[in-house]
């Protein structure tokens, strides 16, 4: 069952900027709950990207912004690097399904 | 050092359970919810269900409901996902994931443990 919706690749030159979108319906973004970003390198565990909509923890990038607008948000990477290419996913709270905790489809950023 | 240290590979029969660990060493065990995230082969993240460690308080995935337990051992800060009625669909990297509350972003990640449920 997709929950959140992300577009499957996005690719861009070293120093270009991309978007991945995440679009949700009214049980989860659009109700007011916060999104969360994850990036995950091929073979790793995901580590926390985004929090709180637009927060960055400590030590990430200030190349890695995040904002939501009702059911959706976004990731923005800006000036793009070759350490960026890896698997990207939104989460968030969907209150129709019993306090789960729910993930976006996954999107995979190539630097070209 | 903060870390969340999860137990080795495991490999099961269909129908069979299986029983993960979860080490947390370098925070307070009892102040942050432990949940469970798995990741099938070349798939995306899919959330299991959480723990309070220090309630023992739950809540699963409804499709894992019934086949699914989160338990601990607070003496020595361990979480525990137990899978039961394995299927070969089951075969994924499983992780244990920290969170401070049932809103708050997952901030630390275990390693990941693959279980193979061969057909």
């Known amino acids: 069952q997709t929950v959140l919706t992300q577009p499957p690749s996005v690719s861009g030159a070293p120093g270009q900027r991309v978007t991945i979108s995440c679009t949700g319906s009214s049980s989860n973004l659009g109700a007011g709950y916060d999104v969360h970003w994850y990036q995950q390198v091929p073979g790793t565990a995901p580590k926390l990207l985004i929090y709180?909509?637009?927060n960055r923890p400590s030590g990430v990038p200030d190349r890695f912004s995040g904002s939501k607008s009702g059911s959706s948000a976004s990731l923005t990477i800006t000036g793009l690097q070759a350490e960026d290419e890896a698997d990207y996913y939104c989460q968030s709270y969907d209150d129709r399904l019993d306090g789960s905790r729910v993930f976006g489809t996954g999107t995979k950023v190539t630097v070209l | 050092q903060v870390q969340l240290v999860q137990s080795g590979a495991e490999v099961k029969r269909p129908g069979a359970s299986v029983k993960v660990s979860c080490k947390a060493s370098?925070?307070?065990?009892?102040?942050?919810?432990i949940n469970w995230v798995r990741q099938g082969p070349g798939q995306g993240l899919e959330w299991m269900g959480w723990?309070?460690?220090?309630?023992?308080?739950?809540g699963y995935a409804r499709r894992f409901q019934g086949r699914v337990s989160i338990t601990r051992d607070s003496s020595i800060t361990t979480a525990f996902l137990e899978l039961r009625s394995l299927k070969s669909e089951d075969t994924a990297v499983y992780f244990c994931?920290?969170?401070?509350?049932?809103?708050?972003?997952?901030?630390?990640w275990g390693q990941g443990t693959l279980v193979t449920v061969p057909p």
């Open positions: 723990m309070n460690p220090n309630s023992g308080n739950t």
């Open positions: 709180g909509n637009k």
């Open positions: 994931v920290r969170g401070r509350q049932w809103l708050a972003p997952f901030d630390l």
């Open positions: 370098g925070y307070a065990f009892n102040t942050y919810d």
